[in-house]
Nanobody, 121 residues
Framework: VQLQASGGGLVQPGGSLRLSCAAS????????MAWYRQASGNQRELLAR????????YADSSVKARSTISRDNAKNTVYLQMNSLKPEDTAVYYC???????????????WGQGTQVTVSS
């Protein structure tokens, strides 16, 4: 099982980005999917989580006000739409998923490789 994140890049303050993360491999099912970020020198922090039936949780109000987490279960993909980006949003963004993997049906915690988001003029 692999998680492949994409969509990061350089964006100006006030701009928007849509991150994507697709799970692939031997998958029976996917439970919660989430986005984290890690700024240089800081610990990895949870941004948002979404359940398999689409219930979303945001870690704090400032993230919730500017971001939307969503998922496409048919594509095994989770998205994070971020708006009104600020320089302090600069970080490596990681996707995370709880996946029931083939062939044994074991539930595992999987991470994507990270995608860099840089907010700068």
């Amino acid at each position: 099982v692999q998680l492949q994140a994409s969509g990061g890049g350089l964006v100006q303050p006030g701009g928007s980005l849509r991150l994507s993360c697709a799970a692939s491999g031997g998958i029976f099912g996917i439970k919660d999917m989430a986005w984290y970020r890690q700024a240089s020198g800081n610990q990895r922090e949870l941004l948002a989580r979404i359940t398999s039936d689409g219930n979303a949780y945001y870690a704090d109000s400032s993230v919730k006000a500017r971001s939307t987490i969503s998922r496409d279960n048919a594509k095994n993909t989770v998205y994070l739409q971020m708006n009104s980006l600020k320089p302090e949003d600069t970080a490596v963004y990681y996707c995370n998923a709880l996946i029931i993997a083939r062939p044994m049906g074991v539930l595992g915690n999987y991470w994507g490789q990270g995608t860099q988001v840089t907010v700068s003029s």
